[in-house]
Structures are given as C-alpha cells and as structure tokens.
Nanobody, 124 residues
C-alpha cells in the first residue's frame, strides 16, 4: 500500500503565504510525477502544478509566478509554496503521486494515489 499525508493548509489573508506538504510512504519502489490539484466549491478539480522526476514543471496559468512546486526525492515528499495568495485560490488542495510499488515477491506494479485533501482558505 501507498499512503499520502498532506499538511500545511489553513486560513490566510489575501497576499499571504502558505506551504503545503505531501509525504508518500509505503511499499514504494520509485516515484515519477508528483502533482498538486485543487477543487473549489462547485467547480471541477484542476491541475495546479506538477513535477517530474527530472525536475520538469508545469503550472496552471492562474498560479504562475506565485506558486512553486518542489520535491524531496529522498523523503518522497512534494511541496507547494504558495505566495501572494488570492481569495480565488480558496479550495481543497490534493496531491497526486504516481510511481511503482512492490506488489508481491519479485512483483511490482504502478500506482496513482491521491491525498485526502487539505483546505486552503484565503480571506479578502
């Protein structure tokens, strides 16, 4: 099994900063892409940022220049530094991790797991 644990959300005033963390644990052999998504009330879940093993990144246009994704491969952890937060950034944020895990003796399989979601609220 692979488990993701998120932390770092909360309430912040507009213009403030928060840092989200997502730690993956379990029978992990390797991790490829680590990403953050968000879902605001009444809206579809959307990609915020993602990072490949080689360090390539993608960001939603709405967060470019304000958010930074990073990862600690040794700790299987992905971070999202969020600066200059706006009320429209209010949402539940979810990390998603893909990779390979142990599936039995001499067996492996790929996995795609989501975190439980963490709430970020930005007040105006």
């Amino acid at each position: 099994q692979v488990e993701l644990v998120e932390s770092g959300g909360g309430l912040v005033q507009a213009g403030g900063s928060l840092r989200l963390s997502c730690a993956a644990s379990g029978s992990i052999l390797s991790i490829s892409t680590m990403a953050w998504y968000r879902q605001a009330p009444g809206k579809q879940r959307e990609l915020v940022a993602r990072m490949t093993t080689s360090g390539n990144t993608d960001y939603a246009d709405s967060v470019k220049g304000r958010f930074t994704i990073s990862r600690d491969n040794a700790e299987n952890t992905v971070y999202l530094q969020m600066n200059s937060l706006k009320p429209e950034d209010t949402a539940a944020y979810y990390c998603k991790v893909t990779g390979w895990m142990v599936a039995g003796e001499n067996l492996q399989r790929n996995f795609e797991n989501w975190g439980q979601g963490i709430l970020v609220t930005v007040s105006s």
